[in-house]
């Protein structure tokens, strides 16, 4: 054998390596998570028990029904929309795995885009998953995901994709589950999860229906409220009571020509009072240093401090960061907010809960405090 | 969608196939190298790994 085959044998065993190495971790990422049914979860069920095409694909996510079998509204939370957003898949779980339901009930599907769950962003340099320590000593994992749809499971993506409403976007927002709304049941796969998700909200004929999201430290959407037109006097009452909490939000009308957004089409497209709640992730930023869990957990970033001061940021920016509690008790402070103010306004819809951290209670005790043990 | 799936495997596999032969064939052992950073991304690709 020649010298340059016997190299060629040697790099290609050396390639097998690599290869198994780094399909193992990719292979990794396609592992569900474990999120735990707490007290007033009765039942659970999946995305094609609505949308049966969606069976047996990986985006079939599961969703959890949180009732207290007394007459009353019924509220819709979707965490996981975008997938590298933790505090919205991690809102959702607190949800799940905490809240007793005493009136109406509580829907939460935490991994609406499931499939953007099972990998990362290229070039992000994205941590794969991210680690809390329960009351009880355990760990909790949770993965750090995609911002779209995996493209093993839809692709190749177009160069301009053409939305519902005819409206041009660039290609790889035909990945983005928040711009394929209403959905398509003969459309691409991500228009298919959204419209799996739009009849959720149909035939549970969801009152109030809110999509928890993060948005980047530059983005001047954020600590915000954006709420479809007919949800908005809603929206307004509980911006004031979380200002009376001292948390600051922006709050917006849902643009009538930004489609196949949560905000617009589950309003124009159901019965539902739609909201989309953003706070502010450095994670996801375009100005960011190091990007690592701990960026994820606690926001800190010179990069985004130094911003902050040169005036180009649309949220506060310190050597403090943004922990994932800020995050996750902004969501869930606005969220009963929100519910709160419904019961007033419709008495005979009133959805009822307790057991759910707010803001102060994860400040002071963390995340990983409201966890469920793994055991 | 399954047929465009399938003629894109099969066009890696092809080209897979190509560069190691090539490989093979080669005798500067830094183009050799180089075959092996295509190989790994095309094989992951024909698994539909990532
Ligand atoms: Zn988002």
């Avoid at chain 1, 919205?88 to 779980?93: E, K």
Wanted: net charge negative; hydrophobic share 40%.
């Amino acid at each position: 054998m020649k010298k340059n085959e016997k190299i060629a044998i040697f790099l290609l065993i050396f390639a097998a390596f690599v290869i198994v190495a780094a399909g193992l971790e990719f292979v990794d990422q396609w592992k569900p998570d474990l999120i735990i049914p707490g007290p007033s979860v009765t039942r659970t069920a999946r995305l094609s028990d609505y949308f049966p095409k969606l069976k047996g694909e990986y985006c079939d996510t599961t969703i959890y029904f949180l009732e207290s079998g007394e007459p009353g509204g019924t509220v819709m939370v979707l965490g996981g929309t975008h997938p590298n957003e933790p505090s919205s898949l991690l809102s959702a779980v607190l949800l799940i795995e905490n809240a007793v339901v005493t009136q109406g009930r509580i829907i939460v599907i935490p991994q609406a885009n499931l499939s953007g769950f099972s990998h990362n962003d290229p070039q992000e340099a994205s941590p794969r998953k991210i680690h809390f320590e329960t009351a009880g000593g355990g760990v909790r994992v949770f993965r750090y995901g995609s911002r779209a749809t995996n493209p093993i499971h839809q692709w190749p993506d177009p160069d301009i994709y053409i939305n519902q409403f005819g409206q041009s976007l660039s290609g790889s927002e035909t990945r983005n589950l928040n711009r394929g709304y209403p959905g398509d049941p003969e459309g691409n796969y991500t228009e298919q999860i959204c419209y799996g998700i739009m009849e959720v909200i149909r035939q549970e004929a969801s009152d109030l229906s809110i999509d928890l999201h993060e948005a980047s430290p530059e983005y001047p959407v954020i600590n915000a409220i954006v709420a479809h037109e007919r949800a908005i006097d809603l929206a307004s009452i509980a911006v004031l009571d979380l200002q009376m909490e001292d948390l600051d939000y922006s709050l917006e009308i849902s643009p009538p020509s930004f489609r196949g957004l949560t905000h617009r089409e589950w309003g124009d497209y159901s019965d539902t009072l739609a909201i989309l709640m953003e706070t502010a992730n450095a994670s996801q930023g375009r100005i960011r240093g190091k990007t690592d869990e701990a960026l994820v957990l606690t926001g800190k970033d010179k990069m985004y401090v130094k911003a902050a001061e040169l005036g180009r940021l649309y949220v506060p920016y310190d050597e403090n960061g943004h922990p994932i509690e800020e995050r996750v008790g902004r969501h869930l402070t606005a969220t009963k907010m929100l519910v709160e103010n419904m019961n007033m306004l419709w008495p005979e819809q009133a959805v009822v809960y307790h057991g759910v951290p707010d803001y102060y209670e994860l400040m002071e005790q963390g995340y990983g405090n409201y966890l469920l043990p793994s055991l | 969608m399954f047929i465009i799936t399938l003629t894109y495997r099969l066009i890696i596999l092809f080209f897979t196939t190509l560069v190691i032969l090539d490989m093979f064939k080669e005798e500067d052992i830094w183009n050799q190298l180089t075959s092996v950073f295509v190989i790994i991304p095309f094989v992951l690709r024909l698994f539909m790994i990532k």
